[in-house]
């Protein structure tokens, strides 16, 4: 099982970008889905969650500004993140909760992405 982010970049104070987050490989289900974020110096924290159910919570920093949502056909989860401020300048990682199978055998397991950049200009 793999999850492959992208979408990052550098944008001015105000603007918007959009975080992907794609899973592959021998998938059963993908129960819950997120977004974390980890700025230089600082720990890594939870920005957004969405559940299979699509329930969301998010941090309070980003509530009002970034939207969480998933395709389960896809297997993707998205962050829209809009208004964006050098505050939210980080290494974005998406992570699953993921039932993988193999050899009639599954188990349920967290998978991170590899990070994708996200630096905010002012």
């Known amino acids: 099982v793999q999850l492959q982010a992208s979408g990052g970049g550098l944008v001015q104070v105000g603007g918007s970008l959009r975080l992907s987050c794609a899973a592959s490989?021998?998938?059963?289900?993908?129960?819950?889905m997120g977004w974390h974020r980890q700025a230089r110096g600082k720990q890594r924290e939870l920005v957004a969650r969405?559940?299979?159910?699509?329930?969301?919570n998010y941090t309070d920093s980003v509530k009002g500004r970034f939207t969480i949502s998933r395709d389960d056909a896809k297997r993707t989860v998205y962050l829209q993140m809009n208004s964006l401020k050098p505050e939210d300048t980080a290494v974005y990682y998406c992570k699953a909760s993921i039932t993988a199978y193999r050899s009639g055998l599954t188990w349920t397991s967290d998978y991170w992405g590899q990070g994708t950049q996200v630096t905010v200009s002012s």
């Open positions: 490989g021998s998938i059963f289900s993908i129960n819950d």
């Open positions: 969405i559940t299979r159910g699509g329930k969301t």
